[in-house]
């Protein structure tokens, strides 16, 4: 059983697209069978939009679940895309691929989110493609998987002690795992590494293992960090604790101690002096030595300029050629020369400036705006209007006029002036 984590992407018709066709194609030949989980359609189009829909509402579905809408999105997408593959000599049912990818949604707490499962026959290897919408479709919160690797390999270990184990490093990784320490990348490994374990376990300290490694065709150098690494003949770096099968690398440090990483040979540097040196010309291919007689293209551009920039030579036409060329003098308009040209803008300025009306006198400026009648009455009176809104002084305040006595109402009654 091979368990394969694909990284978490956001396009839901993109992962659906490839998964429910052929490669660069528009069949669908390769899909045996397919079915959705948690979703109101059994379309897989469909369904990838509803996840769609889903993982861009999250916000509106905490709202109404009544959850906290506090957090930071996440930069990484909602799709949780993974393979389960099974060996070549096993024949799985459809119900055997469905209850794998069953109980591994269930291990990585995704059970109750939105899935689909699709089933591929395209290569020997029965496999499963599993899509998951790490937003839940109710809360809307996201769930991330914590250590989701580790709990699908333990996983592919049930299944293959139950229906035959075909990993063997597999087991081997979980008892590392057991005893509390890390599991070591495989795919750095080079084929010397047992050797170099050997060379290892027979020296006695750092100085005789980097001379046991000279003898072998390998040099102890310094990293690009300071850390130890190994040079092989052929100019590649690998670090020294991956080629070392079983020891952890604080024990490498402690057995090497006696060496001063300062002093050993830079790692870069013996890159650079062991790996094939670029072909030199008179190692060049057939090719590229027939181009060389060939003028580049910059020395053709300098040589086509310098033509050019050269004066013409005299051309001496035949005397047909002289003909013709005669008829078409005769047949271009005649042109005119600068000085005649010149002589006729003259005679236009003259016509223009007898034709030009007087120059008319200008019209006075009009007299000053006169001073508004209230302003002309309150100077003539000698009073400005500035002192008549200049506000009272102290003493102005506290005189009170004198009390007029009030008119009486039958003064004035036989008065002419006012009958009239």
Request: charged share 30%; glycine share 6%.
């Given at each position: ?39 109101h359609?059994?379309d ?82 029965p ?42 490093a ?16 495989q ?52 670090k ?28 870069e ?35 086509l300029?310098?033509?050019?920039a ?21 047949a ?35 007299p ?19 002192q ?15 009390r ?17």
């Amino acid at each position: 059983m091979i368990v394969k984590i694909n990284p978490r992407g956001r396009s839901f018709k993109g992962v659906t697209d490839y998964l429910s066709h052929d490669k660069q194609a528009q069949t669908s030949e390769r899909v045996s069978w397919h079915q959705t989980g948690n979703l109101h359609t059994d379309d897989l189009h469909k369904a990838a939009r509803f996840m769609a829909w889903t993982d861009m509402n999250a916000s509106e579905l905490k709202r109404i679940s009544g959850g906290s809408r506090a957090g930071r999105e996440t930069k990484a997408g909602g799709i949780y895309h993974y393979s389960l593959s099974w060996h070549e000599s096993e024949t799985p049912t459809q119900e055997d691929q469905r209850q794998a990818g069953l109980e591994t949604l269930r291990r990585l707490g995704l059970s109750e989110h939105q899935y689909y499962m699709v089933g591929h026959n395209d290569t020997r290897n029965p496999h499963i493609h599993i899509v998951a919408n790490l937003t839940h479709p109710e809360t809307g919160k996201r769930h991330v998987p914590s250590f989701d690797k580790r709990a699908l390999q333990e996983w592919a270990l049930e299944y293959e002690k139950t229906h035959g184990l075909h990993c063997k490093a597999r087991e081997q990784n979980a008892k590392t795992r057991a005893r509390g320490e890390q599991t070591k990348h495989q795919d750095t490994r080079q084929p010397s590494a047992a050797s170099i374990t050997q060379i290892y376990h027979a020296a006695r300290d750092g100085k005789a293992f980097a001379a046991a490694l000279e003898g072998q065709g390998y040099t102890l150098a310094q990293g690009r960090r300071g850390g130890l690494v190994i040079v092989d003949p052929s100019g590649d770096i690998h670090k020294l604790a991956r080629q070392i099968d079983g020891i952890k690398t604080a024990d490498i440090k402690a057995k090497l101690a006696d060496l001063e990483t300062k002093a050993l040979p830079d790692a870069e540097t013996l890159k650079k002096t062991r790996q094939p040196a670029p072909q030199k010309e008179s190692q060049a291919p057939e090719s590229k030595r027939a181009d060389q007689g060939k003028p580049d293209r910059a020395s053709s551009l300098k040589a086509l300029l310098n033509e050019r920039a050269q004066p013409p030579a005299t051309f001496r036409p035949t005397p047909a050629l002289r003909e013709v060329l005669n008829e078409k003098a005769q047949a271009v308009p005649h042109v005119k020369k600068p000085q005649e040209e010149e002589q006729t803008r003259q005679r236009i300025r003259q016509a223009l400036s007898a034709r030009a009306p007087e120059k008319k006198e200008k019209a006075p400026a009009p007299p000053p705006m006169e001073q508004s009648r209230a302003t002309a009455n309150d100077n003539r009176q000698g009073g400005d209007l500035r002192q008549a809104f200049k506000p009272a002084t102290r003493q102005e305040k506290s005189h009170k006029p004198e009390r007029q006595p009030a008119p009486d109402p039958g003064e004035g009654r036989n008065d002419p002036e006012l009958e009239r």
